[in-house]
């Protein structure tokens, strides 16, 4: 393999391409070495192997931070719990992975992916077999605040998707991945009545020790997903962190940097905000909307779990939509393309949430909300077809408070809206709607100078080596530490120039 | 195949909502007469406690017919079905124990301590407490039915306002300590085996680039050595 900086950006890649060790790639390949194709029946290391592993700990995760919800009912009586007691938990229980989702965007960036999973999915396993101890409220909510830091592994999925994955297909990746990983949610409210169910009656345990045993399911979970990322994942397309650096294929990075250039580029700002309301929805309607059908419509329990779970199920295939919707239009429209997709989709999810609140009927509640899922997911897949393309340097830490801005809009969301009796649950809804409709409109002032944004045209003479370079000082250019932003600019490039002669395809 | 147990699990939930849409009117509360006289002890081995543990504790309950009312308005009583109910101060802020005048919608009264065919008078049962009962304030209540189990009359050993005669119920933890013990074991083997993954590649880092050092520096010094050999 040629020695870094060496290599022409423009190498014939594919088919023939190998990793450090010489190995063929089973999928096809670009020049960075990320695979062309997202084959989902496949394992084959590196890329469907990380993929798998990539979404399944992170649907552990969320299966564990939104276990308690659905055996409610029992935690409330054997802990005596209020209203506000819950609310206080709920909020809890998506604060935690604002600092870890932060902390996580760092972490990948300077010790990889593969160590971040790993480290926080093993080091959140206490917490949740902290949940069978718990005696009271303060219990309860320390330990619902301990487990949320594990939704940070969404930061490491995602990173690990677009470390993986090219840009033409990193929109279906990440959508994907993290698609099935929100599942989590749904999965987590069908799962743990069933595992309580049984060990009550099967196994005979009391009613106030079921729950708590129940909670070794998730503890568990996490324990054999850590050990499976640490011995079968890998961080990069040619190997790990460690082996890279050691050759010298891997730059070694400082968070200073790292942090000042994802701090200083505005865009993550907006990407901030408006993520706030697409995941931030997501998780406030995940907290919520059991409780709403069985208050509001008198269904009973497990029916209102059975409604609850269908909203994290349509993540199956909506989340992975958005992303292709989002890749799609960038083959047609480049980055102007997936722009106005994203605003578009979030725009109608947030109408279909203000019609959700003034819906009075139960059957078409139900039908608004799995469509409003539908589109405030596709949303979150969208925005993640553009992430990936706001930096190269600061992916990692960009992701980072990207992710945790979803979180900080969920507490924002429930804390004005569902915490108080100030307004009504279905109120409270129509308001979020609004609050999202507002929120989204800040797209409009997202800018590439290479491509555009969703009003403006691209800069002519603009490129995409200009806008990935000026990430790299004078002296680090002199050293030939962009090299790796180079090829990524190259991989990145929109898909068609517009020129004197109209609209013309460029490969 | 995917398309048949999608299909197999909306025609599953639009069943079962189906079947969620479909709401009675129950009895309402207020309509009912308060014709039966209730009285209910705790029954305790620690006597001057006040309180009743669950499990270990048991609720004597007896009731009979207000020996003060007219006689045939008992001709339609069939049974009786006796509840624990909770005391105001256990539904404060919890929304799901809410007292609702609809009695279908009810819920108020979450444990059945017994139901018995209607007797006026003679009626007792010594009931000993469940441990799935939550801790809190109680009373009893008790529910006379006809034939077709539709409530009739009621009577209960508070007064109207459920302020006197409370029973007090402390609940079980539920937690036992094979769960702490294995909850720690479990935490301690997560948090270890990290450790020393993390600790191996660290070791096996350090291992490899010590050995690429020591080869570029043989690779060095190795021709001049070869040829300082052949010189000599």
């Given amino acids: 393999m040629a020695p870094q900086g060496q290599e022409s950006a423009f190498s014939v890649p594919g088919d023939e391409a190998t990793d450090l060790k010489g190995n063929k790639f089973a999928l096809p390949v670009d020049s960075e070495h990320k695979a062309k194709t997202l084959r989902l029946y496949s394992f084959a290391s590196p890329h469907m192997l990380t993929f798998h592993l990539s979404w399944i700990s992170f649907m552990t995760c969320f299966f564990s931070t939104f276990a308690p919800p659905p055996l409610m009912p029992v935690i409330r009586d054997n802990l005596d719990l209020t209203k506000v007691d819950i609310a206080n938990a709920a909020v809890a229980s998506v604060s935690g992975s604002i600092i870890s989702r932060l902390l996580m965007g760092t972490i990948c960036d300077l010790a990889g992916p593969r160590y971040g999973c790993a480290i926080l999915i093993m080091v959140t396993a206490p917490a949740v077999f902290c949940m069978p101890l718990v005696n009271s409220i303060t219990g309860f909510i320390m330990v619902r605040f301990f487990i949320s830091f594990a939704l940070a592994t969404f930061v490491s999925c995602q990173f690990w998707m677009s470390s993986m994955f090219n840009s033409k297909i990193v929109g279906l990746a990440n959508g994907t991945a993290a698609g099935w990983g929100n599942v989590g949610g749904g999965v987590t409210q069908l799962v743990m009545p069933l595992v309580f169910s049984l060990i009550q009656h099967q196994f005979g345990a009391e009613y106030f020790t079921a729950w708590r045993l129940a909670f070794f399911v998730p503890g568990v979970m996490h324990v054999v997903m850590g050990l499976l990322v640490l011995t079968l994942g890998q961080d990069l397309p040619d190997g790990n962190y460690a082996a890279l650096k050691r050759s010298g294929n891997k730059v070694p990075d400082t968070f200073g940097k790292v942090l000042y250039h994802g701090a200083t580029n505005y865009r993550t700002w907006i990407f901030t905000i408006t993520y706030g309301y697409c995941l931030g929805v997501e998780l406030t309607v995940d907290n919520i909307i059991a409780e709403y059908f069985y208050d509001r419509f008198d269904v009973n329990l497990s029916t209102a779990g059975i409604i609850a779970s269908t909203f994290g199920f349509m993540n199956i295939f909506a989340r992975p939509a958005g992303g292709i919707i989002s890749d799609l239009m960038a083959r047609r429209f480049g980055m102007r393309g997936r722009l106005w997709a994203l605003w578009i989709i979030q725009t109608l999810g947030g109408v279909l949430c203000i019609i959700l609140g003034i819906t009075h009927q139960l059957t078409s509640s139900i039908v608004v909300m799995l469509i409003f899922s539908v589109f405030v997911q596709a949303a979150c897949g969208a925005t993640f077809g553009v992430i990936p393309f706001i930096s190269r340097r600061s992916l990692g830490i960009i992701s980072g408070f990207i992710g945790a801005g979803g979180n900080v809009g969920s507490i924002l969301t429930q804390v004005l809206f569902f915490s108080s009796s100030k307004y009504s649950t279905e109120t409270g809804i129509m308001l979020m709607g609004v609050m999202t409709v507002a929120c989204t409109s800040v797209l409009f002032l997202v800018y590439f100078p290479q491509w555009g944004g969703m009003i403006c045209p691209p800069r002519v003479k603009s490129t995409e080596e200009d806008y990935y370079g000026a990430e790299w000082n004078a002296e680090e250019h002199a050293a030939g530490l962009h090299e790796s932003s180079l090829k990524f600019a190259v991989n990145s490039r929109s898909f068609l120039i517009i020129d004197q002669l109209g609209m013309k395809e460029k490969t | ?232």
């Avoid at chain 2, 305790?44 to 207000?66: F, I």
């Avoid at chain 2, 590649?201 to 050595?225: C, M, S, W, Y």
């Fill in chain 2, 1 to 232: 195949m995917a398309c048949c147990h999608k299909l197999l699990a909306v025609t599953v939930l639009f069943a079962a909502l189906f079947q969620a849409t479909e709401v009675e009117g129950g009895v309402r509360f207020s309509t009912l007469e308060r014709n039966l006289v209730v009285n209910a002890q705790i029954q305790s081995q620690n006597v001057s406690s006040g309180v009743a543990k669950v499990g270990v504790d048991s609720l004597a309950v007896q009731w009979n017919l207000n020996s003060s009312l007219e006689i045939e308005v008992d001709s339609e009583y069939a049974s009786v079905k006796v509840k624990l109910c909770f005391a105001p101060k256990s539904q404060i802020d919890r929304g799901w124990r809410k007292t609702d005048d609809d009695l279908q919608r009810d819920n108020t009264c979450p444990k059945e301590i017994a139901t018995k065919l209607y007797r006026s008078e003679g009626n007792f049962v010594v009931w000993r407490i469940p441990k799935n009962v939550p801790g809190g304030e109680y009373f009893v209540r008790a529910y006379v039915l006809d034939t077709q189990a539709v409530e009739l009359a009621y009577g209960q050993n508070t007064d109207d306002a459920k302020t006197t005669n409370l029973i007090t119920i402390i609940p079980i933890t539920g937690r036992l300590p094979s769960i702490d013990i294995a909850g720690i074991v479990l935490s301690l083997f997560s948090v270890v085996s990290l450790c020393s993954f993390l600790l191996a590649e660290t070791l096996l880092d350090e291992k490899i680039r010590f050995q690429n050092d020591l080869l570029n520096h043989i690779g060095v010094i190795g021709p001049r050595a070869l040829a300082f050999a052949f010189t000599n």
